[in-house]
């Protein structure tokens, strides 16, 4: 139980197009799901705060007009890279708290999505 | 939050302990030590986490000193598999500091045949 999926796994794209990611959580219900990226031989860097229902909360230096992110259900989580370009390229990876929690230990248990690679020509 | 201090890299036999120390020394009574990792181009994995107890799982054994201000994460018997970034995140989880984990650079865990 637990799983977080993320779609697609990789994408590759032209400078100045959009591309969409998914963030889906598969068996449970996430009334927040977090949005981080990371970048080769760096740690994950905490992008956003996402709420279903709600607008999603930027951490400082994230354009959120670039970064665009849709909660709309408690399973799904979508972050729209507008006119990407090359420094874009990036490791983008999803996590959902599980609220209510799947387990009594796992009150603050976050599952973690596979990645997605998004590299732009 | 407080802040964490590990090894950058370790290495490790294959069936032998691997022992990851975490130095949390500013570390408050109401902050969480959890461990994740991350094996090379996945998402993190949750392994476990504890207060001031220990803990131990299917996974692995979390040993935190009596002043907390340090812990270690135990994989009784590593395996090739276990390869991966190991980060130690010191956090309390409420609506005020919300949810989100803060990553540091981790111990990067090599085990060897």
């Known amino acids: 139980g637990a799983v977080v999926s993320q779609h697609p796994s990789w994408v590759i794209c032209k400078s100045g197009t959009s591309v969409k990611i998914e963030c889906r959580s598969l068996d449970f219900q996430a009334t927040t799901m977090f949005w981080y990226r990371q970048f080769p031989k760096q740690s994950l860097m905490l992008m956003a705060t996402s709420n279903e229902g709600s607008k999603a909360t930027y951490e400082q230096g994230v354009e959120k007009d670039k970064f665009l992110i849709n909660h709309a259900s408690l399973t799904l989580s979508t972050l729209t890279v507008t006119s990407a370009h090359p420094e874009d390229s990036s490791f983008y990876i999803c996590?959902?708290?599980?609220?209510?929690?799947?387990?009594?230990?796992?009150?603050?248990?976050?599952?973690f999505g596979p990645g997605t690679r998004l590299t732009v020509l | 939050d407080a802040k964490t201090t590990q090894p950058p890299s370790m290495d490790c036999a294959e069936g032998r302990a691997a022992n990851l120390p975490c130095n949390h020394s500013?570390?408050?009574?109401?902050?969480?030590v959890y461990w994740y990792r991350q094996i090379h181009s996945q998402g993190p994995q949750y392994i476990i986490h504890g207060l001031k107890n220990n803990e131990t799982n299917e996974m692995a054994s979390l040993i935190i000193t009596e002043d907390r201000k340090s812990s270690t994460l135990i994989l009784p018997h590593a395996t090739l598999r276990d390869t991966a970034v190991y980060y130690c995140i010191v956090r309390v989880f409420n609506s005020n500091s919300g949810y989100a984990l803060n990553f540091g650079k981790g111990t990067s865990l090599l085990v060897t045949p």
């Open positions: 996590s959902a708290r599980a609220h209510p929690p799947t387990s009594p230990s796992s009150y603050n248990e976050q599952f």
């Open positions: 500013t570390i408050s009574g109401n902050e969480y």
